[in-house]
């Protein structure tokens, strides 16, 4: 009876490790379709030169929809492959630079420093903010 138990154990282990996997991947492949990584910080905006005359909120708006409403929705409460629901967050700005910026090891959410600028994300951070209200 023991070992079936450790049997049980063992393969809800690996069922868990694969579903994680498969969780991952299917993020990133998610974007396979147009890749937009590796990139030069701040080519967003070479991608997209008419943001150049937008306000930061509707900039912050369009990078948004651009990289971030696959899996976070228009609305901030899509919750693909893990995301947060972000009218629920109590992050200052502060801390959404940052964690654009760096991404999170916990989720498929992956940095986006290499093709925003510190302006893009800042624009993005304070365009999310506004979910919360």
């Known amino acids: 009876m023991k070992l079936i138990h450790q049997i049980f154990q063992c393969s809800y282990l690996l069922a868990s490790l694969l579903s994680i996997g498969l969780t991952i991947y299917s993020g990133y492949a998610s974007f396979a379709d147009k890749p937009i990584?590796?990139?030069?910080?701040?080519?967003?905006?070479?991608?997209?030169?008419?943001?150049?005359?937008?306000?930061?909120?509707e900039k912050g708006e369009r990078i948004f929809t651009t990289l971030c409403s696959r899996c976070h929705g228009n609305d901030g409460k899509k919750g693909l492959f893990g995301a947060s629901d972000l009218t629920?967050?109590?992050?200052?700005?502060?801390?959404?630079?940052?964690?654009?910026?760096?991404?999170?090891?916990?989720?498929?959410?992956?940095?986006?420093?290499?093709?925003?600028?510190?302006?893009?994300?800042?624009?993005v951070a304070k365009y999310v903010h506004q979910f919360a209200k």
């Open 37 to 57: 990584f590796p990139k030069d910080q701040g080519t967003f905006e070479k991608d997209y030169p008419e943001i150049s005359e937008l306000s930061e909120i």
């Open 88 to 123: 629920t967050s109590t992050y200052t700005v502060e801390q959404k630079v940052d964690l654009i910026t760096k991404g999170s090891p916990l989720t498929v959410m992956r940095s986006f420093k290499k093709e925003l600028s510190g302006e893009e994300i800042q624009a």
